[in-house]
């Protein structure tokens, strides 16, 4: 249980979730000026292509200068097309800013990258010997979506449904809808290849990975809001 202790500092704007959301709109920006060749060798130059990633022959010399690790970051902020984006940053921005608050900014930004980077690792391995690349931040976004499970277990989300010719707004018990898009990501998992090539195990990882680093942050958090 996530105890709410009284604080007296004032809340100020989610910055952290702000510059994701402007370092990802801003690399899309830039990777669709590109011709589509270009655009291509780009994905694959700093996506996670897991192949590469996993070549157990390369040199570890060769493996620093081509900066391959760092491609699980770098990926995170590589979209494939504006749903792609869109999705991924509607996401963040519901779940974000609330963990954003409790976990404070530069604690949620370690996060985020520390979560998606080791979601893409876990994809990678899932994927081993793939040359497409895995790009996008499906898995950061899922470990936001997991952390904030972690930090507000009895919080209700709002929901619009269709009944008949009306729209009605419900709220429902956050674990229930989080739990319901958890299921589908391991049903996915299964199924996933019918509904095109989503690294679906990056979504499970992000998100048991989210909610791991929001239980170790839950002193750190205590100790910030007592402030």
Excluded: K
């Excluded at 959301?21 to 700093?46: D, G, M």
């Excluded at 504006?82 to 409790?102: D, I």
């Excluded at 507000?152 to 449904?161: D, E």
Aim: charged share 10%; net charge positive.
């Amino acid at each position: 249980m996530f105890v709410h202790l009284p604080s007296s500092r004032r809340a100020g704007p989610p910055w952290a979730t702000l510059l994701i959301v402007a370092a990802c709109v801003a690399t899309f920006l830039w990777l669709v000026t590109l011709p589509p060749a270009e655009r291509l060798a780009t994905l694959s130059r700093w996506g996670t292509v897991p192949s590469t990633l996993l070549d157990p022959h390369a040199p570890w010399l060769q493996q620093l200068l081509e900066l391959r690790a760092a491609r699980l970051v770098t990926a995170i902020f590589i979209h494939a097309d504006w749903l792609h984006l869109t999705g991924n940053l509607l996401f963040l921005v519901v779940f974000g800013v609330s963990a954003e608050r409790a976990l404070g900014s530069p604690r949620f930004l370690a996060m985020f990258v520390t979560g998606g980077a080791l979601a893409n690792l876990v994809g990678a391995f899932t994927l081993a010997g793939t040359s497409a690349p895995i790009i996008g931040s499906s898995g950061a976004v899922s470990a936001v979506v997991g952390a904030y499970l972690a930090l507000f277990p009895r919080a209700r989300l709002g929901l619009v449904l269709p009944l008949g010719v009306f729209l009605e707004f419900v709220r429902i018990p956050a674990p229930l809808l989080i739990g319901f898009w958890a299921a589908l990501q391991l049903l996915f998992t299964y199924v996933g290849p019918a509904f095109g090539a989503v690294a679906w195990w990056t979504h499970i990882a992000g998100f048991v990975i989210g909610i791991l680093l929001a239980l170790m942050s839950r002193p750190a958090i205590a100790r910030r809001l007592r402030r």
